[in-house]
């Protein structure tokens, strides 16, 4: 069984209006200002790719059922990161 190393970013959501954007898996999606910081942080201290969770991203926030089933598993998800990168703005 192939386990996929990742990381994970805690971090505090922020004001949700912005006109930031990311690209991931080739689909612009609209980010919190706080959350594109902390991403650009991470991406300028990284010279190697990497896997890195991220709530906002990886939830569908949109879907009530996968939200409630994925927040129950954050503690757990959290615990299997190799690292745990904390961004407080």
């Known amino acids: 069984d192939l386990v996929t190393k990742y990381e994970a970013l805690s971090y505090t959501w922020g004001?949700?209006?912005?006109?930031?954007?990311?690209?991931?898996?080739?689909?612009?999606?609209?980010?919190?200002?706080?959350?594109y910081d902390a991403l650009q942080m991470i991406r300028r201290t990284r010279e190697e790719s990497f896997y890195i969770?991220?709530?906002s991203i990886c939830i569908n926030q949109a879907d009530k059922i996968e939200k409630a089933?994925?927040?129950?598993?954050?503690?757990?998800?959290?615990e299997k990161a190799e690292k745990v990168v904390v961004w407080l703005g």
Not at 16 to 23: H, R, V
Not at 69 to 78: P, R
């Open 15 to 35: 004001t949700e209006n912005s006109d930031k954007y990311i690209i991931s898996d080739g689909f612009h999606m609209p980010v919190t200002e706080n959350l």
């Open 53 to 55: 969770w991220v709530d």
């Open 69 to 78: 089933h994925q927040v129950w598993n954050m503690l757990t998800i959290y």
